[in-house]
């Protein structure tokens, strides 16, 4: 029986022992899409306890507490830090082949070389050992990025961000990169017109130009976008439930956008229209900046209408969609690249039903300027997990050439969620030993190991050139 979390955690044999610890267990990390506060960087902060480090801001916990009958004010309520921890610490052990098992018991052990097994019996003496720890200067948030050799950072960013926390670490010279990314989400969220009106408001303050039609808008959106460009941005990003790809005219949209400053009820259609014509803009600027696109899709976000009204989004009550992807997906990367204008683009699906899918469809894009220029992403939020990792590298590999993959991210909020690298690659390396056992691969350790390093980091150093 093998022990749990041991150095050969994940990898079921010799090869896939070798092809780890030899090839990518000390390998740097790109973090190119995350969702780490960049203020708390730049101050780098100290968190005062583990419930803060570990459990403000995270929803995956949250959802667990919940799903085991802990009280919201145990959660994101007025419990005190301490007893929420207590809470959390009686909800791990209930977690079992839930993936948050191991990469809380990988965090405790790589960031505070902790071996015990967190539990209502431990969760004391874990709590204060974490707290005393985490007071001195190797737990800085600064530190904690350095100790997990993490080369780039990039943060998620609407349009409007200062991006002044980002100045801030580039001129205190910290060695660790930590670029923006371009999410203009907000910028055509017409689900809420007067949330996008009041949007508009503060573009309008932040630019200096008066918006009152589409060419001002995009006046304004495309002076941001060089305001991004100019502060080290290299990649925008898109949470979305689906590619929108309706065909529109120019003239329509500068109608559509009339009726939205002045509070007009759209229909759907005008709706669609909208949102495909903003996608094309920015698409167009980032193939201009020769910068990396992506999209994330299918997730449907805010279900619990109640829960939402009281706690407001990214609380924990998001779940996957099932939204039709291909078509339209196929008719946006198509508009792009007949005019010659497709940038660097990395997909990611939520939904397992769409791995085929995605997967297929990046292959169509492909054009032999840039290897893997068109990336099916890794495994992305609830298939951030073993199996979603797994069905995810399998698919790639069957439909497309894993070899080009550019490896793992954290999308995380949490500074201690660095870890989930070393599973990514731990599952990676196991997928090729295993093969290599079965005699479906030859016993050709350096040149699987340099594929290995190559997905692991050098894929995305050569894809992304941040610079």
């Known amino acids: 029986m093998k022990e749990f979390l041991d150095d050969n955690f994940l990898l079921q044999g ?3 022992q070798r092809l780890y610890h030899d090839y990518a267990a000390t390998l740097p990390i790109i ?4 969702h780490l506060p960049p203020d708390q960087i730049a101050d780098n902060i100290h968190f005062k306890n583990l419930t803060q480090a570990w459990l403000y801001g995270d929803h995956y916990k949250w959802r667990a507490m919940r799903a085991n009958g802990v009280n919201e004010e145990y959660i994101t309520g007025a419990k005190s830090d301490e007893e929420k921890f207590m809470q959390w610490a009686a909800t791990v052990p209930y977690t079992l082949r839930n993936p948050l ?3 809380t018991h990988l965090e405790l052990r790589r960031y505070f070389s902790i071996d015990e097994l967190l539990s209502p019996v431990t969760a004391k003496s874990i709590y204060d050992d974490c707290i005393a720890k985490l007071q001195t200067p190797g737990y800085a948030v600064r530190n904690l990025i350095k100790k997990m050799k993490v080369e780039v950072v990039c943060t998620t960013d609407d349009p409007i961000d ?3 926390h980002h100045q801030k670490l580039k001129q205190d010279g910290y060695g660790v990169k930590v670029l923006p990314a371009f999410r203009p989400d907000n910028a055509m969220n017409l689900d809420d017109t007067f949330a996008l009106n009041q949007y508009i408001n503060q ?3 932040i630019t200096g130009i008066e918006i009152q039609s589409l060419d001002a808008y995009l006046d304004a959106l495309k002076k941001r976008h060089d305001y991004f460009a100019a502060n080290g941005c290299q990649v925008s990003d898109h949470g979305l439930e689906q590619i929108y790809a309706e065909d529109y005219r120019e003239e329509e949209i500068t109608v559509i956008f009339k009726k939205i400053r002045h509070n007009y009820a759209l229909m759907p259609l005008e709706i669609l229209k909208f949102k495909s014509a903003m996608l094309i803009h920015f698409a167009l600027w980032d193939h201009e900046k020769g910068w990396v696109q992506q999209y994330h899709l299918g997730a449907l976000r805010n279900n619990n209408t109640r829960a939402f ?5 990214n609380t924990g009550w998001d779940s996957i969609g099932d ?6 997906l196929s008719r946006f990367l198509n508009k792009l690249d007949s005019e010659n204008k497709l940038a660097k683009t990395i997909i990611y699906n939520v939904n397992p039903v769409d791995n085929e899918t995605i997967a297929t469809m990046t292959g169509n894009f492909n054009d032999g300027s840039v290897a893997g220029k068109i990336q099916f992403g890794s495994a992305w939020w609830f298939l951030d997990q073993k199996d979603g990792m797994t069905k995810q590298l399998n698919t790639l590999s069957n439909m497309g050439l894993l070899s080009r993959m550019v490896g793992m991210l954290t999308d995380s909020r949490s500074f201690l969620s660095y870890p989930r690298h070393e599973y990514f690659r731990r599952l990676l390396c196991n997928l090729f030993g295993e093969d290599i056992d079965n005699g479906e691969l030859p016993n050709d350790l350096a040149w699987t190991g340099k594929i290995i390093q190559d997905i692991c980091y ?4 050569n894809y992304f050139q941040f610079k």
Do not use: I, R, V
């Open 14 to 16: 010799k090869t896939a």
């Open 31 to 34: 973090d190119y899409h995350c």
């Open 101 to 103: 098992y191991h990469w």
């Open 162 to 164: 200062s991006l002044d």
């Open 203 to 205: 573009l309008e303050e």
């Open 309 to 313: 009204n009281s706690l407001g989004p």
């Open 323 to 328: 939204f039709s992807q291909a078509k339209p």
């Open 458 to 461: 050098y894929n995305a150093k």
